[in-house]
């Protein structure tokens, strides 16, 4: 079943689209079918069970962090993954670069913008994305770099949560035109649009991401 979902999606997704498989509350096993049809990299949203897996899985795996991080919860996550998908304030900003800097290591991660009406979610505002991105460019520029241990590579955003996909539409159309602003401004790498889940990835594809993460597409729904 996981197999032939993920031979399903990958015929679908246009060729630039990297699929994120999130594999949260699933066992190793279920993750070992999606490794054994080809899948590498794989998404997670809490720390303690990534810690968990990363080790049991085969060392090609690709793990990216995609869930809220708190910063005393770094060092489950940080020696496992090439990227943290959902920075998603200030705070932990520097705590990533912190913690990357003393143990060597330079990690991609993308910021998470606030997006739809819940007062629940997580994630910066487009003006804070804005002036991290405006820094990033002056760094690349020559002017010397407070963030060494992360490089920028994009935006990431989790749609409001409704089957009116007109507000999806919204939300998508949002992130991309601010995506697009700041890859105008030429910083290098920062090249990654990360949106679309499982109801709602063909209309991020439409609205430009380049990674999507889908979980019950994939694994089937998740026991809670
Ligand atoms: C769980 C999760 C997904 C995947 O959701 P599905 O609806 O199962 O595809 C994507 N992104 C984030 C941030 C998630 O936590």
Redesign the pocket.
């Known amino acids: 079943m996981v197999t032939q979902a993920l031979h399903t999606l990958r015929d679908a997704l246009p060729s630039g689209v990297r699929l994120v498989a999130?594999s949260?509350f699933h066992p190793v096993e279920r993750l070992m079918e999606a490794y054994n049809a080809g899948q590498r990299l794989f998404?997670e949203?809490r720390p303690q069970e990534l810690a968990a897996k990363a080790p049991q899985m085969p060392s090609d795996v690709e793990w990216h962090f995609?869930?809220h991080l708190q910063t005393n919860k770094l060092k489950l996550v940080l020696p496992y993954v090439t990227m943290v998908?959902?920075v998603d304030s200030f705070h932990l900003l520097e705590a990533i670069n912190n913690w990357c800097t003393a143990n060597s290591k330079c990690i991609d991660i993308l910021l998470e913008l606030h997006l739809g009406a819940e007062e629940t979610k997580t994630g910066f505002t487009e003006e804070e994305i804005l002036s991290i991105a405006g820094e990033a460019k002056e760094v690349y520029e020559g002017v010397p770099a407070p963030l060494t241990g992360v490089r920028i590579r994009g935006l990431m955003g989790?749609a409001t949560n409704t089957d009116d996909m007109s507000v999806v539409e919204a939300d998508f159309a949002r992130i991309e035109a601010l995506f697009n602003k700041i890859k105008a401004l030429g910083i290098p790498g920062f090249d990654q649009l990360s949106i679309g889940?499982?109801?709602d990835w063909p209309l991020a594809v439409r609205h430009g991401a380049t990674m999507v993460?889908?979980?019950?597409?994939i694994f089937g729904p998740?026991e809670y």
């Open positions: 999130v949260k998404g949203n995609i869930g998908q959902s989790m889940m499982s109801g993460r889908i979980g019950t597409d998740r």
